[in-house]
């Protein structure tokens, strides 16, 4: 990936046969600080150097952004209004499909009020 070596080990998903998911239609709404993000020290394999300043900034602070097939796509926010959230997508990024939106922002409060 991106000219280097990645491993992946044999107990992962879907390498042995277990459950398949079709990453194109996945959408997921990541917290500011989520370690997916966070953890990095090279975060290039995760976003395009273009739009870091989207997602984070040299001082520490991380959005929320929206991850899709691996990558950081976009922003997102909740607004005043219960189960209604605000997204917009990087320069360049395609913006997902309504339904998948509404699919992320179900799984996002679902999780929250959990």
């Known amino acids: 990936y991106n000219d280097r070596e990645m491993l992946i080990h044999a107990s992962s998903p879907g ?10 239609n996945v959408f ?3 917290p500011p600080f989520d370690e997916y993000l966070v953890s990095y020290k090279n975060r290039l394999d995760c976003i395009k150097e273009a739009h870091t300043k989207y997602a984070y900034n040299n001082f520490g602070i ?12 976009g922003n997102w926010r909740k607004t005043s ?5 605000d997204t917009s997508f990087f320069p360049g ?11 992320a922002i179900k799984e996002c409060v679902l999780f929250h009020e959990s």
């Not at 990024?93 to 509404?102: G, V």
């Open 62 to 73: 991380f959005q929320s952004v929206i991850l899709h097939q691996g990558r950081i796509t």
């Open 93 to 103: 990024c395609r913006p997902a499909a309504k339904k998948l939106i509404e699919k």
């Open 81 to 85: 209004k219960k189960g209604v959230f």
């Open 28 to 30: 997921q709404f990541l």
């Open 15 to 24: 390498l042995a046969g277990e459950v398949e998911i079709d990453e194109r």
